[in-house]
Structure formats: C-alpha cells, structure tokens
C-alpha cells in the first residue's frame, strides 16, 4: 500500500513527466526497466522494438532500456509505471495476481500443457483479453513474453516426488499464488526479492527456489544449489506494460505504432529465449548441476487446493476451461 508520502512523491514526479514528456512528444525516449541483466532475452527483445519505433517514426520515437533492476525490483517498479514515473516495464506475472485477479490463471500450476500451448493460449483472443484487463489499473497491457518453464533447486536432494520436499525452505515470489502451490508441496514457502536468492542459497537462510534455466544459470544459482528437478510446474508468461500516462502522450497513430512493434519483439524475444534455454541448460551441466527427470502427475494432483483457492468466481473458471479447451 503506498504511503501518503511516496504517493505524494510518485504523484509530484508524475506531474513532471507529464510536462516535460509533453513539451518534447515530437521526439521521446520512453523508459523501459526489467530486473535482468543485459544479453536477456527479453532485454534485448525490448532493444529490438525501440529500434522498430525509432524506424517506424523517423527517430522521434526511442527507448531507453534499463536493466539490472537499475531502477527498482519488479514489486517496486509497479506503482512507479502506474504514475508514469518509468514509462514501460517488463514484468513477472506473479506481482500482478492480487491487483489484477484474471493474472492469476495463466499463472496457476501446471495450466498449460506445453510452450506451444501457452504460446497458442497467449497469441489469441485470451491473451488479448487479459492485456485489457491491465487498462483498469492504470497500465497498458503490450505483449506477452516467455518466461519459459519453471523447476525446483535446492542444495539437499533431488526431488523425485512430492514428499522429497517436505520441510524445504524454498524461495518463491511474492505472491500469494506461490505461496500456495510450494505449501501444497509439503514445503516453507518464503518469498523473497530475486536479487536476494544467491546470498539466501549461500548462507542457509534457504534450500532452494524455483525458475527457468537461463536465470538459474545467469544467477550463477547453481554454484549453491546444484539439484535441478524438471518439474515445469509454472509456464506462465511474462507481460510488457506501458504506463496509461505515458501512452496517452502520444498520437492515436503513434499508439498504434507502439503496440505493433511489441507485438513484433515477441517472435524476436522467443527466438532468442529458445536459444538461450538451450544454452543455459547446457552451461549449468558443464558446472555441476544435478539435473533429474520426474514423474509429473503427483505434483499435478497436488495442486487441487491451489485451484480451489485462487478459481473462484465464474469468470476465473471459465477462463481456465477456455485455456484448456484451446489444442
């Protein structure tokens, strides 16, 4: 909840933004921040559509890319887009759950079968109804990136089924949707900033955490925690948000400019994540990760209480029948 003084704060930088982006709209370099570090795919997915809006617009139309979590990890950088503050932000779905609750479905374990099908589910009319949804909140809802299939690491053992992690203290996002899928496991769920993995992993504070291979690898994570268990318990895609104040700058032709060419940096950001998957993959091998295969069903079966909790009204379900009616 924000504060008198920070929204004070938040509202006074606004208002600056707003002035000066105004005074200069014929030739605007637009803020963007994500909390990986350069090389990404998804940083250099964002590069790629500000080099498509710089040509596209004859050079009045740049973005500034941010990243290393330079301005803000992804919980703090939220309400600074809200106000316009940051003007583009790339970001988890998981901070999003408790202020949007349609989020909270393409985030829930084990809802898409595959990269295919999450792609499929998030190219069509489903996606495009959930990127609307971020209208209400003050954002403008761009494009969905991969954030590729999600496992468990730990430095105790590997985890062949569910009662392999009863006990573990295991890192989660903050968000309340994780919290419940690692307690349905048998584990502490403990959320945490993801810049504070490393030292938590090092020092004992945790066993281990969740997340795809490039930033398991990228982290270096898996110099302190070496079990990598395949359980692709979360698919669920990343979103690209431009504050509604900085978008409503510009022209209805130079908003429709913006959103094709994040439209066009999703082929670009997957063809460099599905390199970089591979690679990843390879690279933490290479250093000694443990990698192990498991049977999925348990960890599905599991997840009943978690569905229960976060589908709970008739659109949620719906929305959840729609994703898995899609082939």
Excluded: C
Excluded at 115 to 143: Q, W
Excluded at 294 to 303: G, H, R, S, V, W
Aim: no cysteine.
């Amino acid at each position: 909840m924000l504060t008198k003084r920070t929204f004070a704060a938040l509202a006074g930088a606004a208002m600056f933004a707003a002035v000066t982006g105004a005074a200069s709209a014929q030739n605007v370099t637009l803020r963007s921040t994500d909390i990986h570090p350069d090389g990404y795919p998804t940083i250099e997915a964002v590069k790629y559509m500000g080099q498509l809006l710089d040509q596209r617009s004859n050079g009045r139309i740049k973005i500034n890319v941010f990243h290393s979590a330079q301005l803000g990890q992804e919980k703090d950088t939220i309400d600074q887009t809200r106000f316009g503050v940051i003007d583009m932000n790339r970001i988890n779905m998981a901070p999003f759950n408790n202020l949007i609750p349609a989020t909270n479905v393409p985030s829930l374990p084990f809802i898409f079968r595959s990269v295919d099908h999450m792609r499929k589910v998030m190219d069509g009319p489903i996606g495009d109804n959930l990127l609307s949804e971020f209208d209400k909140h003050d954002l403008i809802g761009l494009a969905f990136y991969d954030s590729g299939s999600r496992s468990f690491y730990n430095s105790k053992r590997a985890i062949k089924t569910p009662a392999d992690m009863k006990g573990m203290k295991i890192r989660v996002q903050q968000s309340d949707m994780f919290v419940a899928l690692v307690s349905a496991l048998g584990a502490n769920a403990t959320p945490m900033p993801f810049g504070e993995v490393y030292s938590a992993l090092q020092t004992g504070v945790i066993d281990g955490a969740e997340n795809n291979w490039p930033s398991y690898e990228s982290t270096r994570h898996f110099e302190v925690s070496k079990f990598y268990s395949i359980t692709e318990h979360s698919l669920s895609p990343e979103v690209l948000v431009m504050s509604k104040r900085s978008f409503a700058k510009f022209s209805p032709e130079d908003q429709k400019l913006i959103r094709v060419a994040a439209k066009d940096s999703v082929l670009k950001m997957r063809e460099l994540w599905d390199a970089r998957e591979k690679e990843s993959e390879a690279k933490v091998k290479a250093g000694g990760a443990q990698v192990n295969t498991l049977e999925k069903q348990p960890f599905i079966d599991a997840m009943k209480p978690v569905y229960d909790k976060f589908v709970t009204d008739a659109k949620l379900k719906d929305m959840v029948a729609a994703i898995q009616a899609v082939k």
